[in-house]
């Protein structure tokens, strides 16, 4: 691997949104002429210098290359660093890493997109890339949970997928909430209300983790086959270059293989 792949290159805090309580999205610029070619599923190591680095997938690229999107939950030392950052702000990012979404293998099928949380950050660039190619693909469907309205993200973009007449978008949130007049209940559990059915789609999932094995499991029940679910890992890698050991599965890496996988190529105890 050459040494350049592993120095952060250095990119610009243009925007800074805020998605809920605990989560932010940044717009990142990167330098001069430098370019982010990442594809729907891909990741980047994201640094501050002094605080270390963390994964974090690409949620939304520029069709130029040169602007990209990341979204940051508040749960560490880094991240909280991150939370106090201003537009203008230097950040070092290297990548992008990883394989991506099969969107080209999919071409003609219906698509259904299932987050939990923040789960919908790695998925979006999905959707954005279903939506801009429209005609190569059937109906799309997108089911979003959250545990509470105050934890909904990119509430803009759900606003322009919930008008849309070609996509379904299935809200919900995990109990009851005052001033709630949507759905309840939890992703798996709706999941299994819609009765999805498998003919002719591709479903991709992610969220907490538990949400992702339950959300299979409800998937397997309505007998969609493994091959025809896929998700992504990125959460549960640190180097994202295959040498620190942390995400491998048997005689995989999730950084190197993945970080997306149909469930046929993991086991079970994977997710």
């Known amino acids: 691997m050459a040494a350049i792949e592993l120095v952060p290159k250095p990119v610009t805090i243009k925007r800074i949104i805020e998605e809920s309580r605990d989560v932010k999205s940044y717009v990142l610029q990167m330098s001069g002429s430098g370019k982010m070619p990442a594809r729907p599923g891909q990741?980047?190591?994201?640094?501050?210098?002094?605080?270390?680095?963390?994964?974090?997938?690409?949620?939304?690229i520029s069709k130029d290359n040169q602007e990209f999107n990341i979204s940051v939950k508040r749960i560490g030392h880094l991240t909280k660093m991150l939370h106090r950052a201003a537009p203008g702000d230097i950040i070092g990012v290297r990548g992008p890493y990883g394989n991506s979404f099969p969107v080209d293998e999919w071409k003609g099928k219906d698509?259904?997109?299932i987050g939990g949380g923040i789960g919908l950050a790695p998925l979006r660039p999905v959707i954005d890339y279903v939506l801009e190619h429209r005609k190569d693909y059937g109906k799309l469907e997108i089911v979003f949970g959250a545990r509470a309205p105050d934890d909904i993200l990119?509430?803009?973009?759900?606003?322009?997928?919930?008008?849309?007449?070609?996509?379904?978008?299935?809200?919900?949130?995990?109990?009851?909430?005052?001033?709630?007049?949507g759905r309840v209940g939890v992703v798996p559990?709706?999941?299994k209300d819609l009765a999805l059915k498998p003919d002719g789609k591709i479903s991709i999932v992610c969220g907490p983790p538990i949400m992702i094995k339950f959300t299979a499991?409800?998937?397997?029940?309505?007998?969609?086959?493994?091959d025809k679910i896929f998700t992504?890992?990125?959460?549960?890698?640190?180097?994202?270059?295959?040498?620190?050991?942390r995400c491998n599965i048997g005689e995989k890496f999730i950084?190197?293989?993945?970080?997306?996988?149909?469930?046929?190529?993991?086991?079970?105890?994977?997710?």
Request: contains cysteine.
């Open 43 to 60: 990741f980047v190591e994201v640094s501050v210098q002094g605080y270390g680095e963390a994964t974090f997938a690409v949620t939304r």
């Open 111 to 113: 698509i259904v997109v």
């Open 154 to 181: 990119y509430k803009e973009d759900l606003r322009i997928w919930e008008d849309d007449k070609g996509i379904s978008l299935y809200k919900t949130i995990d109990v009851p909430f005052e001033g709630w007049s």
């Open 189 to 191: 559990i709706v999941v």
């Open 217 to 226: 499991a409800a998937l397997r029940e309505l007998r969609w086959p493994n």
């Open 232 to 245: 992504t890992l990125e959460m549960k890698m640190q180097c994202g270059i295959g040498q620190c050991g």
């Open 255 to 271: 950084c190197k293989d993945g970080p997306v996988f149909s469930l046929d190529q993991i086991p079970e105890h994977a997710l």
